[in-house]
């Protein structure tokens, strides 16, 4: 029950409020919260994997995006890449 209530609350707000909220979370990664940290919450406010891709796209610049996902190793780099490559 709890954990579908912060996905219930996202699907009320529009697509400029997510990409407002899903920005917070990458300036909160720069900061240093973890990738996948990153990853769930931008899924769970974008509504899906693919939305969250899509804010990340125009959230952060392509170089920034290539050594986030060059950082990485094994499984993780993976999982980077398929959010932001």
């Given at each position: ?8 609350i996202y699907k009320t707000w529009s697509e400029d ?17 973890p990738l996948k940290i990153l990853f769930q919450m ?44």
């Amino acid at each position: 029950m709890f954990e579908s209530i912060g996905a219930d609350i996202y699907k009320t707000w529009s697509e400029d409020q997510r990409r407002a909220e899903i920005g917070k979370l990458v300036e909160g990664h720069r900061a240093g919260l973890p990738l996948k940290i990153l990853f769930q919450m931008a899924s769970a406010i974008a509504g899906s994997p693919d939305s969250a891709r899509d804010h990340l796209a125009v959230l952060i610049p392509a170089d920034e995006r290539h050594k986030m996902v060059t950082r990485e190793k094994g499984a993780a780099q993976a999982l980077a890449a398929s959010f932001l490559m």
